[in-house]
Nanobody, 123 residues
């Protein structure tokens, strides 16, 4: 499956952004989906994940209550609504697909990755 992330940009602290990831090339609904981020000099970290049917979602503690992940299997898209953004949310955000039923948090579990979209939050 091919993934294309979009929606990043520059926003002031406290603002909002909505990231989208469009999938093509395979049956989107067979994949659990995740969003990861990577700041300069840091390791890639899990942000949020959603199961195949949207029955389960899971968030990193750092974004819980501020970010919301959702998917539309009819449109082959997964989104990340980011509210109350903080400067420490600045990173390149990647969407990823995992051929598994459950939401997993380790990057090594994910089979396919999008190219990433940059989110910059100014203070």
């Amino acid at each position: 499956v091919q993934l294309q992330a979009s929606g990043g940009g520059l926003v002031q602290a406290g603002g909002s952004l909505r990231l989208s990831c469009a999938a093509s090339g395979d049956t989107f609904s067979r994949y659990a989906m995740g969003w990861f981020r990577q700041a300069p000099g840091e390791e890639r970290e899990f942000v949020a994940g959603i199961s195949r049917s949207s029955a389960w979602t899971y968030y990193a503690d750092s974004v819980k209550g501020r970010f919301t992940i959702s998917r539309d299997n009819a449109k082959n898209t997964v989104s990340l609504q980011m509210n109350s953004l903080k400067p420490e949310d600045t990173a390149v955000y990647h969407c990823a697909a995992d051929d598994d039923m459950v939401v997993r948090t380790r990057p090594a579990h994910y089979d396919y990755w999008g190219q990433g979209t940059l989110v910059t939050v100014s203070s």
